[in-house]
């Protein structure tokens, strides 16, 4: 039986088809000229790498262990119902390949979950989000492993508690609401904890899957038309990194609303608030290519880790060892953990049909009412 993915174009006009096939031919020029003017630059701009000293190698550092790992992410869901919203905000831990000395710390994943029903609300989908990095945040802050990859950049957090507590001010009789106010010092206690990461046993590294980053290209003068991944993708052989940089500053300063929290906690979260905006200031970036099948691996991480080499050969060497499969262009538990969160998104449609089942079995009125107010018309999700 053929799929749907196999037939990518069956529900487009035929003319829009071939409209766009036909313009596929200039596109691929245009990349291919892209690509020989990287290639052509390529020792050029590895020499640049060398003299300004950000070009290393793993055998630069110091012999470590092979780490335990753990990858975190999430993801949330809204399915808009005739009469109500299904929300739901998960984040999964997931640990990597165990190396052979070791036991294992977590035989199965471990998770968070909210689920909630809440009246129609636009800003429904940016509460959960805040909801779903939070857990992400504590799951991270509790895992036993040496070192602990996150999905996504070291400043993400912040940015969506800022927008989620924006948005909170139009939304305060949401249960998503209360229930970030109640819980945002602790999201807050571990988004500190990471960034500072003084525990010596403890590593955390986020890795983003996609950046426009450019602190090694603005730092050499290099064109302003690739980010540092797509440079460094090609410049770096494998075992190669470049020594930590300080991540690029924000346009506006870094800023979180705290204004909704009530008088006698707020002073304190503020002042973990500011530690935090601190911290930001401190973030350390890296880029390795641990295998010659994988692109350049963007790290961002604790100035504490980038500048102890030890700790920073452990980051590194949990990388090399969970990059082993071929195919895999991510860390192994960060890719586990990001497939198991993105069935979300159809999970909670069959959640729905749970729901209007169970209830339609105990409703004394017209059962069409049941299904008809349970429809599900639509449904958002994301990471």
Not at 65 to 83: S, W
Not at 105 to 131: F, M
Not at 228 to 250: I, K, N, Q, S, V
């Amino acid at each position: 039986m053929i799929t749907e993915a196999e037939r990518p174009f069956a529900e487009l006009p035929a003319g829009l088809v071939e409209e766009l096939l036909e313009r596929s031919g200039t596109l691929s020029h245009r990349v291919g000229e892209e690509l020989r003017a990287l290639r052509a630059a390529r020792q050029e701009r590895r020499q640049a790498l060398r003299e300004s000293g950000l070009l290393q190698r793993e055998g630069d550092l110091p012999e470590v262990p092979i780490p335990t790992t753990c990858g975190v992410d999430g993801a949330y869901a809204v399915e808009r119902l005739i009469a109500t919203d299904l929300v739901a905000a998960v984040a999964v831990a997931v640990e990597g390949l165990t190396p052979p000395s070791e036991a294992r710390h977590w035989p199965e994943p471990q998770h968070r979950v909210h689920v909630k029903d809440e009246r129609h609300e636009e800003e429904t989908g940016t509460l959960a989000r805040a909801v779903m990095i939070g857990m992400e945040l504590e799951l991270a802050v509790q895992a036993p492993h040496d070192v602990v990859f996150l999905d996504g950049s070291l400043t993400t957090p912040l940015i969506y508690f800022n927008q989620a507590m924006n948005r909170a001010r139009e939304a305060q009789d949401l249960n998503l609401t209360s229930f970030l106010l109640e819980n945002v010092e602790r999201y807050l206690l571990a988004y500190r904890d990471i960034l500072r990461a003084q525990r010596t046993d403890r590593a955390w590294a986020a890795v983003p899957k996609y950046s426009v980053r450019r602190e090694i290209g603005r730092w050499l003068g290099w064109p302003e038309r690739l980010d540092d991944r797509a440079l460094l993708t090609g410049l770096l052989e494998p075992g190669e990194f470049t020594a930590p940089r300080p991540l690029e500053p924000p346009r506006q300063p870094w800023h979180l609303q705290l204004e909704l929290l009530p008088d006698p906690v707020r002073p304190g979260v503020e002042k973990l608030r500011d530690e935090i905006l601190s911290l930001l200031n401190e973030i350390q970036v890296a880029y390795y290519r641990p295998r010659a099948w994988l692109p350049a691996i963007r790290l961002e991480m604790s100035s504490s880790i980038a500048g102890n080499k030890a700790r920073l050969a452990s980051v590194i060497q949990a990388l090399r060892s969970q990059s082993a499969a071929p195919g895999i262009l991510e860390p192994y538990p960060i890719y586990l953990a990001d497939r198991m969160v993105k069935h979300l998104g159809r999970a909670i449609p069959a959640l729905r049909q749970v729901m209007t089942q169970q209830l339609a079995e105990t409703w004394t009125g017209d059962v069409d009412e049941i299904f008809l107010n349970l429809h599900g018309y639509r449904t958002e999700s994301g990471r």
